[in-house]
């Protein structure tokens, strides 16, 4: 290939240039991913790993339970609900009083 001044192009043909380079670049990237794959034995090409899950919390039984509403429970981590602030207060109540057995 000739060498060829740059600056004595037209726009036409150094967007043509470019063109053919990124053409060429992006040829070489898809090879390179196709052996890369292959000597992996990995199919995916971006992103977590297959079977991989994002961290999420888990479910958790319940652990205590409102004695004026049954259905208000929780599972003992995070901060003390407002329920059970709100039943403990003015009275002798601990938060072992309302542990699910």
């Known amino acids: 290939m000739a060498k060829k001044s740059y600056a004595s192009m037209s726009v036409d043909a150094l967007f043509k240039l470019r063109d053919e380079i990124s053409e060429a670049l992006s040829s070489r990237a898809s090879d390179l991913q196709r052996q890369l794959s292959a000597l992996t034995g990995s199919s995916k090409k971006r992103g977590r790993p297959a079977g991989k899950r994002t ?37 002798k109540l601990k938060k072992e009083n309302f542990r699910i057995k």
């Open 55 to 91: 961290r999420k919390g888990k479910k958790v039984a319940a652990q205590f339970r409102s004695k004026k509403d049954p259905k208000l429970v929780w599972s003992g981590r995070g901060g003390t609900p407002r329920w059970m602030k709100e039943e403990m207060k003015g009275t």
